[in-house]
Nanobody, 127 residues
Framework: QVQLVESAGGLVQAGGSLRLSCAASGRAFSNYGMGWFRQAPGKEREFVAAIFWSASSTLYADSVKGRFTISRDNAKNTVYLQMNSLKPEDTAVYYC????????????????????WGQGTQVSVSS
């Protein structure tokens, strides 16, 4: 069993930055594909970014590409989401997710393929 615990989010002004972290318990973390998703009020959960066991392989939603960076430190069993140039539309609850299964590269955008989820953390961006 894997448990994922996100760091606290926060309230930032538009244009600001925030870094989220997600600490994973359990073994074989380095073999897991990890993702970040978000859900805004009244909207469906959407994919933000993913990183594979090889940290050089990443995937981003078009809406965050060039502004957000996902990374991982396997020695610390932690994945990060650095968010820069934040916009009010980035306001949402952010969730960390993990999967031990291997899928086609583009399938990692699908929330239903992840077995493990964090509790979520609120990120609010004011205009």
């Amino acid at each position: 069993q894997v448990q994922l615990v996100e760091s606290a989010g926060g309230l930032v002004q538009a244009g600001g930055s925030l870094r989220l972290s997600c600490a994973a318990s359990g073994r074989a973390f380095s073999n897991y594909g990890m993702g970040w998703f978000r859900q805004a009020p009244g909207k469906e959960r959407e994919f933000v970014a993913a990183i594979f066991w090889s940290a050089s392989s990443t995937l981003y939603a078009d809406s965050v590409k060039g502004r957000f960076t996902i990374s991982r430190d396997n020695a610390k069993n932690t994945v990060y989401l650095q968010m820069n140039s934040l916009k009010p539309e980035d306001t949402a609850v952010y969730y960390c997710a993990g999967t031990g299964r291997i899928y086609y590269y583009r399938d990692y955008v699908r929330a239903e393929l992840y077995e493990y989820w964090g509790q979520g953390t609120q990120v609010s961006v004011s205009s």
